[in-house]
């Protein structure tokens, strides 16, 4: 379908917006992904990606995976405005416990969203899995008459994913496979964190992917037109993984801190009403979407459902030709699914074992035990209780965020949890 820039430009300045408000509101946050690749974002939900917003499960479902999940704003305005189920309020309540927009995507929380991201390169490997997995899924199902698998993964990674060795082995192993159907794009905007990239990072991206066995395409990453080619190029390809290396500027729209490491955060925040006026939002309304831009992605969801009843005929087909290959397809079905695998989860002993507390035998030590005595009962290892937590939360009818093991910053032994500082 020819690209509609016009449109998508505004809805790409719109989604900017719903990212600044989300950071502003919550004083918390990345910005510099979600402004920066916000042209990426509006060719990919706007154009490029095949899904359903109603069937977020779809089987033949394009995957989008954000590996660098420090952005998940990016993901929450552009799910938002594609029509899943992830209303305003959602957005507004970003980063508050148990809303739909965790700080970091979260499976299972928010529909659209395919892996749960945030330890960088972590999602390159997590698409390369869905990769290899829809390419097993074609050789065993797909006939000649009839084509069920034929989707693409699409990864959106930052420099940090691009420097973690998770990623490189997945990225090794993608080609090797000749993964055809995996794409990453690789928001090189020159900035990690807390200082430029070229502090902790240099050599050649595009040779080096060439020569483990990827094609590679360089764009200007704010060009709705080059980004929509090179998708599509991708898409096209045969025989080898596709990386897109998309030049971007972080926190795009917010000129104090865009291109600088200041732009990762939410240190733009603090410039949010004039940054707001740059790119034409209404003063007086916070979380604006246009009538437009509303009108443009209702249409867009119309030729999306056209194509999903389309496959679903192919697959009514496909059901009666083979039946044999439907009842193994349909036997997925029976697999155990998280809460069952959490159930069959023994807890072990080092579980259930009493916590050895030294006790102090001063006279000050006496004194804290005498003022506090519940801080020195003995009580099961925190893992025990967490476990239990999770498995309460997959129990519920409400889809609750299951407590992750790891979310506590601080256990009984005093460790701080790197994932609660991603
Ligand atoms: C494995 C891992 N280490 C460290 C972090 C903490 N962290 C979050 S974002 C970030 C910088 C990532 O840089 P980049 O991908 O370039 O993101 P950008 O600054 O461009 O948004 C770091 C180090 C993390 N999330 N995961
Ligand atoms: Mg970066």
Redesign the pocket.
């Given at each position: 379908m020819p690209l509609q820039t016009d449109i998508l430009s505004l809805a790409a300045n719109q989604a900017r917006g719903l990212a600044i408000d989300a950071v502003h509101k919550c004083n918390s946050g990345?910005l510099?992904?979600p402004l920066?690749c916000a042209e990426i974002g509006a060719v990919l939900f706007g154009n490029t990606l095949s899904y359903n917003p109603d069937a977020p499960r779809w089987l033949n479902r394009d995957r989008f995976v954000l590996s660098?999940?420090?952005?998940s704003m990016f993901l929450y305005s552009w799910l938002h405005l594609s029509g899943f189920d992830l209303s305003l309020d959602e957005l507004k309540n970003f980063r508050v416990l148990h809303s739909k927009t965790p700080g970091?995507p979260e499976f299972h929380e928010t529909p659209g969203v395919e892996c749960t991201t945030?330890?960088?390169?972590?999602g390159v490997a997590n698409a390369t899995g869905l990769a290899l997995s829809i390419q097993a899924a074609a050789a065993r199902f797909n006939t000649p008459e009839h084509t069920i698998f034929d989707s693409h993964v699409i990864a959106l990674?930052?420099?940090?994913?691009?420097?973690?060795g998770?990623a490189l082995e997945a990225v090794s192993f993608a080609a090797h496979q000749k993964l055809d159907n995996l794409i990453l794009i690789y928001?090189s905007?020159?900035?990690?964190?807390?200082a430029m990239?070229n502090k902790s990072q240099g050599g050649d991206d595009a040779k080096r992917f060439k020569a483990l066995g990827w094609d590679v395409q360089t764009i200007d990453g704010h060009d709705l037109l080059a980004i929509q080619k090179a998708i599509n190029k991708a898409k096209k390809a045969t025989g080898k993984p596709q990386l897109i290396i998309a030049k971007t500027t972080?926190a795009k729209g917010i000129p104090e801190v865009a291109g600088t490491?200041k732009?990762?955060?939410e240190g733009g925040a603090k410039f949010s009403e004039a940054a707001r006026a740059g790119l034409n939002l209404p003063a007086d309304q916070h979380f604006f979407v246009s009538d437009d831009v509303r009108a443009y992605f209702a249409d867009h969801k119309k030729r999306l459902v056209r194509a999903y009843k389309k496959w679903n005929k192919t697959f009514e087909a496909w059901t009666a030709a083979n039946p044999e290959k439907a009842a193994l397809l349909d036997s997925r079905n029976a697999a155990p699914g998280a809460a069952q695998l959490l159930e069959k989860t023994p807890l072990f002993p080092a579980c259930q074992a009493r916590h050895p507390r030294r006790r102090s035998t001063s006279p000050s030590g006496r004194r804290r035990r005498a003022s506090a005595p519940h801080r020195w009962q003995r009580r099961p290892l925190r893992l025990d209780a967490q476990l239990h937590r999770l498995r309460q939360g997959f129990r519920r009818d409400q889809p609750r965020r299951p407590q992750h093991p790891f979310r506590h910053s601080r256990t009984r032994h005093g460790l701080h949890c790197?994932r609660h500082?991603?």
């Open positions: 990345h510099g992904l920066g660098a999940g420090h952005g970091h945030g330890p960088l390169g972590q990674a930052g420099d940090g994913c691009m420097q973690e998770v928001d905007n020159d900035v990690t964190l807390d990239a972080i490491a732009g990762h955060g790197q500082r991603l």
